[in-house]
T-cell receptor, first 116, second 111 residues
Framework: DTEVTQTPKHLVMGMTNKKSLKCEQH?????MYWYKQKAKKPPELMFV???????INESVPSRFSPECPNSSLLNLHLHALQPEDSALYLC???????????????FGPGTRLTVL | RKEVEQDPGPFNVPEGATVAFNCTYS??????FFWYRQDCRKEPKLLMS???SGNEDGRFTAQLNRASQYISLLIRDSKLSDSATYLC????????????FGQGTELSVKP
């Protein structure tokens, strides 16, 4: 059983739709992440939230809008996406990096997004 | 030079074989190192952290050489269930929480 959950598992949307991906973690972590993964490629970091504040935005297009309502929840709002945005969207959580060492990140099962 | 570079795959090995994965990273400020495994169409799962002194977890042994910026993973007595893609992952210097993933090496263990 994963302690990071994501909904929905699958999502098909048109280019004019607005939808949201949701992530919840029950590990007491204070850092949460969004990644995008294309087939046969490694995950690519999109956003990092630390203590509910956005700390890293990897130059992600504004059609992706993250939100962290509280320490357990992370949303990704989608609007006017392109077909090339079709991918697996992964949420992860960890303890925030304190000092030099960091603990590993724990991933949810992902949302498989198809943009038509 | 790629930020995190791994052996190209795939590796096809028989059950019981010992297999080694290698990885190099370019950012000398990196402090944290991990191996993840990812099964087809699933999320990456943390296999083990990698410590300077080397560490072992059952059939899995990880080594780190900071001077050479090199990480390895050794799997002994490989099982069919070890078939997966293995990802070398490095934190990116002091950019809190930013992990850089290698391209991954696919392992297929055959009966």
């Amino acid at each position: 059983d994963t302690e990071v959950t994501q909904t929905p598992k699958h999502l098909v949307m048109g280019m004019t739709n607005k939808k949201s991906l949701k992530c919840e973690q029950h590990m007491g972590h204070r850092a949460m992440y969004w990644y995008k993964q294309k087939a046969k490629k490694p995950p690519e970091l999109m956003f990092v939230y630390s203590y509910e504040k956005l700390s890293i935005n990897e130059s992600v297009p504004s059609r992706f809008s993250p939100e962290c309502p509280n320490s357990s929840l992370l949303n990704l709002h989608l609007h006017a996406l392109q077909p090339e945005d079709s991918a697996l969207y992964l949420c992860a959580s960890s303890q925030p990096q304190g000092g030099a060492m960091m603990k590993g990140q724990f991933f949810g099962p992902g949302t498989r997004l198809t943009v038509l | 030079r790629k930020e995190v570079e791994q052996d190209p795959g795939p590796f096809n090995v028989p059950e019981g074989a010992t297999v080694a994965f290698n990885c190099t990273y370019s950012n000398s400020a990196s402090q944290s190192f991990f191996w993840y495994r990812q099964d087809c169409r699933k999320e990456p799962k943390l296999l083990m952290s990698v410590y300077s002194s080397g560490n072992e977890d059952g059939r899995f042994t990880a080594q780190l050489n900071r001077a050479s910026q090199y990480i390895s993973l050794l799997i002994r007595d490989s099982k069919l269930s070890d078939s997966a893609t293995y990802l070398c992952v490095v934190n990116w210097g002091n950019q809190g929480g930013k992990l850089i993933f290698g391209q991954g090496t696919e392992l297929s263990v055959k009966p």
